[in-house]
């Protein structure tokens, strides 16, 4: 949130894992002014925000929410990325996200023919519909950094999840919407 909203952060006691330090790394490529310290800090330096009319590559690691984020935020504004990551996500199946993301403005296409993970390739027009509706079958992971970077999007735009029986978000779709209403009052949050 730091990154897209360009605000001055500190967070304290976080594990400085490698899925953590490469998150800072790759939120970093598209417009983040963040920086870890040995004792578990993270901050954030401020600055504008994302950089539209990104055309660069950037390393994910191997966390897959990463990769989500960086998808999710790019969605919104003019981009063309190589997304490469770690051993682990080279076998990951993205042929539903790749199905889907047409749908967003966006096209996501395989560097290895024959391949479904990573390295891909991901050019974002920024054009949203006014309503995304989720296909049953996407990460619930990638729903939360949807909705992570949902109001940091240029254009307003409502997110319907896929019907479930309990009629509830996924408890991480649920800890992005306290996250954002958590955000100092930047960001209003509608659930209907």
Do not use: Y
């Amino acid at each position: 949130l730091a990154t897209a909203s360009g605000q001055e952060t500190l967070l304290r006691g976080l594990a400085l894992n490698d899925g953590l330090i490469d998150g800072i790394k790759a939120l970093n490529h598209i417009g983040g002014q963040l920086w870890w310290e040995e004792d578990g800090s993270v901050l954030s330096r401020g600055g504008s925000g994302l950089i539209r009319n990104l055309d660069k590559v950037i390393h994910v690691g191997n966390d897959i929410f990463n990769l989500w984020m960086i998808i999710a935020f790019c969605l919104g504004m003019p981009a063309r990325l190589k997304i490469t990551g770690g051993e682990s996500l080279r076998f990951i199946d993205l042929s539903g996200l790749r199905r889907f993301l047409p749908t967003l403005g966006a096209r996501l296409t395989n560097v290895i023919p024959a391949q479904d993970g990573l390295p891909i390739r991901l050019e974002c027009s920024g054009i949203l519909p006014s309503e995304i509706v989720l296909p049953a079958g996407l990460s619930p992971r990638f729903a939360a950094a949807l909705t992570l970077a949902l109001p940091f999007w240029e254009s307003r735009v409502r997110i319907s999840l896929p019907a479930n029986p309990e009629k509830r978000a996924p408890a991480v779709v649920e800890q992005a919407l306290e996250q954002l209403e958590r955000f100092g009052g930047l960001v209003r949050v509608e659930r209907t």
